[in-house]
């Protein structure tokens, strides 16, 4: 009796390190999509584009923009 409590207790340990991984690689996707769009943004003001038009393009916030402009 004793190894299949052992053996429940393993599943569910395995099963809360798989949700502990996934949520880590969902935390990097999103870090990474985040970092994508500042790099595009970065890019949108290099080429001389508005604030607003950048705005609108990739639906950032104009203080977001005006902070990676000041970054830049």
């Known amino acids: 009796m004793q190894e299949i409590s052992q053996?429940?207790?393993?599943e569910e340990v395995i099963k809360l390190l798989n949700s502990w991984e996934e949520r880590g690689v969902r935390k990097e996707i999103e870090q990474g999509i985040v970092k994508?769009?500042?790099a595009v943004i970065i890019k949108m003001l290099?080429?001389?584009?508005?604030?607003?038009?950048i705005a609108k393009v990739t639906e950032a916030e104009k203080d977001e923009i005006e902070k990676l402009r000041e970054m830049n």
């Open 46 to 53: 290099a080429e001389g584009l508005s604030v607003e038009l």
């Open 7 to 10: 053996l429940d207790n393993t």
């Open 36 to 38: 994508g769009k500042e």
